[in-house]
């Protein structure tokens, strides 16, 4: 089992950025593929980004590709988002979530492990 613990969220204006941290503890960090997710009120949880085992294979969703980054750093067993030219409508919980997998590739859903979420607020 692996534990989740998000931070870096806040309250920034439109156009801002911020960097979301997702750290990691239990098993190794390494046998899971990550990804960050997003639910804003009234709404389901969406897809946001995903990286495999390394740092080689990501993937996003349409609305963030080309504004958000994610990475891992395996020694420090934590997975980040980098966030550019926020919009009010990014405006949500953040969740990172894990997938224990053999394979090198990102996914986009079927995780088994979540963490508690981490608030951002982007103001207009």
């Known amino acids: 089992q692996v534990q989740l613990v998000e931070s870096g969220g806040g309250l920034v204006q439109a156009g801002g950025s911020l960097r979301l941290s997702c750290a990691a503890s239990?098993?190794?960090?390494?046998?899971?593929?990550m990804g960050w997710f997003r639910q804003a009120p009234g709404k389901k949880r969406e897809f946001q980004a995903a990286?495999?085992?390394?740092?080689?294979?990501?993937g996003y969703a349409d609305s963030v590709k080309g504004r958000f980054t994610i990475s891992r750093d395996n020694a420090k067993n934590t997975v980040y988002l980098r966030m550019n030219s926020l919009k009010p409508e990014d405006t949500a919980v953040y969740y990172c979530a894990a997938i224990m997998t053999s394979s090198s590739g990102w996914y986009r859903g079927g995780y088994d492990y979540w963490g508690q979420g981490t608030q951002v607020t982007v103001s207009s």
């Open positions: 239990g098993r190794p960090f390494s046998n899971y593929a």
């Open positions: 990286i495999g085992r390394s740092d080689v294979n990501t």
